[in-house]
Nanobody, 115 residues
């Protein structure tokens, strides 16, 4: 019933910026959490940035001060502004949505940062 569509990935030089977006559609009446994970080659998927149900944000320490999560007025679309990108940010970035009783994942968007 719920679909997540991600966009905004690409190839960028170190120090550059990208903006990811994730649009959720379907029967969403309450969002418990929405944000972003990433998975680099050979690594497990890890939290990047997340909105919790109270509107608070959580960031992985590795992206604090560089990445900013935001959302639209309807709160069904989230964005990830990524500045000062580093090669170690290279990963597939996945949108994550938690609603009561269910978790959804986007298909992922590739972010590649070259040095």
């Amino acid at each position: 019933q719920v679909q997540l569509v991600e966009s905004g990935g690409g190839l960028v030089q170190a120090g550059g910026s990208l903006r990811l977006s994730c649009a959720a559609s379907g029967s969403i009446f309450k969002i418990n959490a929405m944000g972003w994970y990433r998975q680099a080659p050979g690594k497990q998927r890890e939290l990047v940035a997340m909105f919790t149900s109270g509107g608070a944000t959580n960031y992985d320490d590795s992206v604090k001060g560089r990445f900013t999560i935001s959302r639209d007025n309807g709160k069904s679309t989230v964005y990830l502004q990524m500045n000062s990108l580093k090669p170690e940010d290279t990963a597939v970035y996945y949108c994550h949505l938690a609603i009561p009783g269910r978790i959804y994942w986007g298909q992922g968007t590739q972010v590649t940062v070259s040095s």
